[in-house]
C-alpha cells in the first residue's frame, strides 16, 4: 500500500509558477515510478508526467514539456512538479499516482485526492 496526500495547489496568474508536492508512505516510495496527472470536470484524466523509482528517467506530455519539471527526494518520501509559465488552460485538479511506468491512468494502483491549480489570464 502507498498513501499519497498532494499539495501546493492554489490560483495564479498566467506567467506565474507554482510547485506541487506528493507526499508518500507506506510501503518503499523509492522502489516505486510516481507520476502526475489533472483532470476537468467531466473529463478523464490526462496524462502530465512520470518519473522513474530514481529519478534518473522522465517523460512528459507535449502539452507541458519545457514548462513543468517532475522530479522525486527518496530520502523524503516526496516527489514534485515544479511548474512554470502556467497557462489558463493548465487549470485542472492534479494528481499524484503511484505505479507505472506508462501514461495511462489504469498503469497506476495509487492516488491522492487531487489539488486544484487554477491559472488565470
Known amino acids: 500500500q502507498v498513501q499519497l496526500v498532494e499539495s501546493g495547489g492554489g490560483l495564479v496568474q498566467a506567467g506565474d509558477s507554482l510547485r506541487l508536492s506528493c507526499a508518500a508512505s507506506g510501503r518503499t516510495f523509492s522502489s516505486v515510478g510516481m507520476g502526475w496527472f489533472r483532470q476537468l470536470p467531466g473529463k478523464e484524466r490526462e496524462f502530465v508526467s512520470r518519473i522513474n523509482w530514481s529519478g534518473a528517467s522522465t517523460y512528459y506530455a507535449d502539452s507541458v514539456k519545457g514548462r513543468f519539471t517532475i522530479s522525486r527526494d527518496n530520502a523524503k518520501s516526496t516527489m514534485y512538479l515544479q511548474m512554470n509559465s502556467l497557462k489558463p488552460e493548465d487549470t485542472a485538479v492534479y494528481y499524484c499516482?503511484?505505479?507505472?511506468?506508462?501514461?495511462?491512468?489504469?498503469?497506476?494502483?495509487?492516488w491522492g485526492q487531487g489539488t486544484q491549480v487554477t491559472v488565470s489570464s
Open positions: 499516482a503511484a505505479g507505472g511506468p506508462g501514461v495511462g491512468q489504469y498503469d497506476y494502483n495509487y
